[in-house]
Each structure stands twice: as structure tokens, then as C-alpha cells.
């Protein structure tokens, strides 16, 4: 069962568009990870928040973690063909005895040169 | 780095066949390794975390006697597809997580398995 939607599912937009992926869950997580994966490739980390209401920046993306550490955004500041492939919300619960990741439903984006 | 590497990255098999995918954690050691698999354009699905030295946690609805885990060493867990049937092809990821780096997991590029 997911417990991490992300909104929208698909998303094709022009290079130097802005755009803004949306990570929700009803459940608290200690951590919320958010990656990129290219096709054929396992995903790579971009950022790592902890605290409630936190905002991380990287370039031209903007991540942000909700006050109450259960929704999560990223942001992409004109957006390039290189910022195409599924970018994936995922939590965790730090103390679990697994350290398991729960991963989001993903967003896929596509950027037209 | 941290560098978790997959063999074989892919592989076609008839159906009925065993198929053997290995993680290995390069230059790091893992306590814990955990396996997903992914349909196309679809999200990673965890099917079980791997412990060495211990049994596989499975989770709900992943079947243990077909998706056989082993973590044998703090570098090597190997996820064995026994008597694979063409439902069962996908792309299969694993990550590690480094005993030092508290709840990162480092993933491997996959292994894409085809089953004819």
C-alpha cells in the first residue's frame, strides 16, 4: 500500500518552465528523501530533510518539508531537458527498527528543449 | 561515495528458470540491505529487507519460497527468482545502507529481468 502520493503523475512542460511536485501522506515521517532516476538506472539522492517546515535548496530546486513532517514539495526554477526522468518522494521513521524507505507514486517529467 | 554495483545489469531467461541477481556494497560494508522492484514508469515497491546474517524480511504479499534472499556477507545480498514465469519480469533495485550514515540508503543501477 503507497502512503506517500505525489501529484501530478506526469508532467511534460517547455525548458524554462518553473514547475512544483507535490509529496502527501496522512502518516508523520522523521526524514522525507527526494530522488531523480533516469531510465534504466537506480535512483540518486537530492536531498535529505529532517525538520518540520524546512526548506533545502539545490541549484535550481527547491525542496520543502511540511510544518508537520507529512507533505513535502520540490520546486524546479527553469526547468531543462536535463531535469527529465521520475522524481520520487520517499519517508522514513527513524527509530524503526528496519530503517525502511517508503517510497512516494512518483512524478514523471518531461522537458521539451 | 558510497558505490553499490548489481550483476548482472541484465538478463533474459526462459520461463521456468532460476535466476540469480547479486548487490554488492563496493567500499563500504552493509548491515542491511533491502530489495524493490519497479514496473515501467512506476515507483519502487519494496519486497524485502536483508540482513546479514539473518532471514529476509518479506514484506506483504512477496512471495519468500519464489523471491529467496540470502546476505550471506556485509558486502553480498543475492535475491534468487526461482521457476521465474513472465509476470515476473521487471526491474529489480537494491540499496544498502551504510552502518556509519544513519538511515541513507545507497542504491545499486538495477537489473532488468526479462522472462520469456
Avoid at chain 1, 501529484?7 to 522523521?30: D, K, M, R, W
Avoid at chain 1, 534504466?40 to 537530492?46: F, M, Q, W
Avoid at chain 1, 529532517?50 to 511540511?66: A, H, I, P
Avoid at chain 2, 521457476?83 to 545507497?106: G, K, R, V
Wanted: with cysteine.
Amino acid at each position: 500500500t503507497q502512503l506517500l502520493e505525489q501529484s501530478p503523475q506526469f508532467l511534460s512542460i517547455q525548458e524554462g518552465e518553473n514547475l512544483t511536485v507535490y509529496c502527501n501522506s496522512s502518516s508523520v515521517f522523521s526524514s522525507l528523501q527526494w530522488y531523480r532516476q533516469e531510465p534504466g538506472e537506480g535512483p540518486v539522492l537530492l536531498v535529505t530533510v529532517v525538520t518540520g517546515g524546512e526548506v533545502k535548496k539545490l541549484k535550481r530546486l527547491t525542496f520543502q518539508f511540511g510544518d508537520a513532517r507529512k507533505d513535502s514539495s520540490l520546486h524546479i526554477t527553469a526547468a531543462q531537458p536535463g531535469d527529465t526522468g521520475l522524481y520520487l518522494c520517499a519517508g522514513s521513521h527513524y527509530g524503526g527498527a528496519t530503517n525502511k524507505l517508503i517510497f512516494g507514486t512518483g512524478t514523471l517529467l518531461a522537458v521539451q528543449p | 561515495g558510497a558505490v553499490v554495483s548489481q550483476h548482472p545489469s541484465w538478463v533474459i531467461c526462459k520461463s521456468g528458470t532460476s535466476v540469480k541477481i547479486e548487490c554488492r556494497s563496493l567500499d563500504f560494508q552493509a548491515t542491511t540491505m533491502f530489495w524493490y522492484r519497479q514496473f515501467p514508469k512506476q515507483s519502487l515497491m519494496l519486497m524485502a529487507t536483508s540482513n546479514e546474517g539473518s532471514k529476509a524480511t518479506y514484506e506483504q504479499g512477496v512471495e519468500k519460497d519464489k523471491f529467496l534472499i540470502n546476505h550471506a556477507s556485509l558486502t553480498l545480498s543475492t535475491l534468487t527468482v526461482t521457476s521465474a514465469h513472465p509476470e515476473d519480469s521487471s526491474f529489480y533495485i537494491c540499496s544498502a545502507i551504510e552502518s556509519t550514515s544513519y538511515n541513507e540508503q545507497f542504491f545499486g543501477p538495477g537489473t532488468r529481468l526479462t522472462v520469456l
